[in-house]
Nanobody, 135 residues
């Protein structure tokens, strides 16, 4: 059974930093794609950054490129999102998600971030953590 638990959210001033963590269990990180998605009030959920567990290849949305860094520690079964130079528009609930890539190991990590999780593939979401950027 997949389980993902996010932590690290909170209130931060514009220009500040936060590091989110996603602790996963029930599966081997190296066989999955892991993504961070966010949803602001009244807006659709969007992919922020995604990483392939096997080789660490990453994708980040243009809106966060150069400010956010996704990384993983397979030994700790944890994925991180380092968020720097935060802006008020980065506020929202941040979700961690995982999808099994074993049946499709070359699936694009960019596609995971842009299209979201695929129907018919083993995947799951965390419960989310709130990030608020405000002075």
């Amino acid at each position: 059974q997949l389980q993902l638990v996010e932590s690290g959210g909170g209130l931060v001033q514009p220009g500040g930093s936060l590091r989110l963590s996603c602790a996963v269990s029930g599966f081997a990180l190296e066989s999955y794609g892991i993504g961070w998605f966010r949803q602001a009030p009244g807006k659709e959920r969007e992919g922020v950054s995604c990483i392939r567990g096997s080789d660490g290849s990453t994708y980040s949305a243009d809106s966060v490129k150069g400010r956010f860094t996704i990384s993983r520690d397979n030994a700790k079964n944890t994925v991180y999102l380092q968020m720097d130079s935060l802006k008020p528009e980065d506020s929202g609930v941040y979700y961690c998600a995982a999808e099994d890539f074993r049946s499709d190991p070359d699936y694009s990590i960019q596609a995971m971030c842009v299209r979201g999780l695929r129907w018919g593939h083993t995947n799951d979401w965390g419960q989310g953590t709130q990030v608020t950027v405000s002075s």
